[in-house]
């Protein structure tokens, strides 16, 4: 944040104007490569497909790097939840109560346990999941945060508040316990490297799974320990039973 002060002049004596010098402003690309090396001093900035240089959607490269940055936190953050929901769900933890998961056999590994819950308990998850993109999207509940589209010069990142746009909900989906309310610039900053090589390594893990489900064997430190998956990941919604297929939807209007 730059701060802006300013004095009276009204006793001054009159002074010829004298042109205003800016401060070196570092641009999103250089930005982009310091913020590599302190997430990892060895490797550095590595781009080998030269995405942060190409005009994606007619964009200049300050919004695509903005919205590389955005993604790469986005998806560190879904895949650390999947990393610790596979683990979750490999080991036999449900919550209790009325529910989808009573439907979900003993003994199904983590993606036979998607498989298993009705189709329109899957409609539910993505829809929240819709809603919660499109309040980090929307300018509007960015704005009223006093934030901007990371496309934009916004804080890549940034999940809107509640209280402010949604509803005076007493927790945010970001930083619900305001832990970090009043941490120091040094200590977010610390804490972003953090959450996105975590979010990195998530990725690897969570793949890691998936590759060893698929094709056991692929990943030698989990043989043995992940089981096969004869479903396919690329098709979450095919038909895997009754009142479970992706035709439900159709049927809910038919009767």
């Not at 590599?36 to 060895?42: D, H, L, Q, T």
């Not at 979010?199 to 989990?222: D, T, Y």
């Not at 919604?237 to 939807?249: A, C, E, R």
């Amino acid at each position: 944040m730059l701060a802006l002060t300013s004095s009276s002049l009204s006793f001054a004596p009159a002074v010829a104007p004298r042109a205003a010098v800016s401060g070196p402003v570092m641009s999103a690309k250089a930005d982009l490569e310091a913020f590599a090396k302190e997430c990892n001093p060895v490797v550095g900035y590595w781009d080998p497909l030269g995405l942060a240089d190409l005009p994606l959607w007619g964009q200049d490269q300050d919004a695509v790097i903005g919205w590389l940055r955005h993604s790469e936190i986005k998806h560190g953050r879904i895949a650390m939840a999947g990393f610790v929901g596979y683990i979750a769900h490999a080991n036999g933890f449900r919550f209790g109560g009325i529910g989808p998961q009573n439907v979900v056999p003993e003994g199904a590994s983590a993606p036979e346990v998607w498989d298993s819950i009705p189709f329109l308990a899957k409609l539910q998850i993505i829809g929240a999941i819709g809603v919660l993109e499109h309040i980090s999207e929307d300018k509007n509940f960015l704005a009223a945060d006093g934030m901007k589209h990371y496309m934009r010069g916004g804080k890549p990142g940034y999940f809107p508040t509640f209280s402010a746009n949604v509803h005076p909900m007493p927790l945010n989906l970001f930083d619900p316990f305001k832990w970090s309310k009043n941490a120091s610039p040094e200590k977010k900053a610390k804490g972003l490297v953090t959450e996105t090589n975590n979010g990195r390594l998530a990725m690897l893990g969570l793949f890691g799974f998936l590759s060893e489900s698929k094709i056991p064997g692929s990943v030698p430190a989990l043989s043995g320990i992940i089981p096969s998956y004869d479903g396919d990941y690329m098709q979450p919604f095919l038909p895997t039973g009754p009142d479970t297929s992706l035709w439900t939807i159709g049927n809910l209007w038919a009767n």
